[in-house]
């Protein structure tokens, strides 16, 4: 098919991106809002090494509120990547950890993690340019 200016259309505009998609594809915009967010990321790719516990999690994810951290743990827990074991000792002692479906997330986190190591400068370079460009 050409246009009126004789131009052939991209296949993958005509197609569309997600061409294998259902129409009603929300649910795949709501997993990906979920898995798409930086507490998400972060948090999954500390969880790699194994369980840990609510103030270690605290204490190395950069810049996160309890509060943030709690409602984040709690999602996650609820879309079944992450568990909740709450031992029974005291003092109380809970332990996050990835579930086998958290677990295949990880090489996904972890390569955009190496792809935002890799490209920073180059984004924050356009961020740069972009910004003269416009002043």
């Not at 996160?64 to 879309?79: G, K, P, V, W």
Request: proline letters at 7%.
């Amino acid at each position: 098919m050409t246009s009126a200016a004789g131009v052939h259309p991209s296949p993958v505009r005509e197609a569309g991106v997600c061409s294998g998609w259902p129409k009603e594809s929300g649910f795949i915009r709501e997993v990906l809002d979920r898995i798409g967010d930086k507490w998400t990321i972060l948090i999954i790719g500390t969880l790699r090494d194994g369980p840990l516990r609510y103030t270690e999690l605290h204490s190395v994810v950069p810049g996160i509120s309890q509060r943030m951290l709690t409602l984040t743990l709690q999602q996650l827990a609820r879309d079944g990547l992450v568990t909740r074991t709450a031992h029974p000792e005291v003092p109380p002692r809970v332990e996050y950890a990835l579930t086998p479906l958290g677990r295949s997330l990880l090489d996904v986190v972890m390569a955009l993690s190496a792809w935002a190591v890799t490209h920073y400068e180059t984004v924050a370079a356009n961020r740069r340019a972009a910004d003269e460009a416009t002043r």
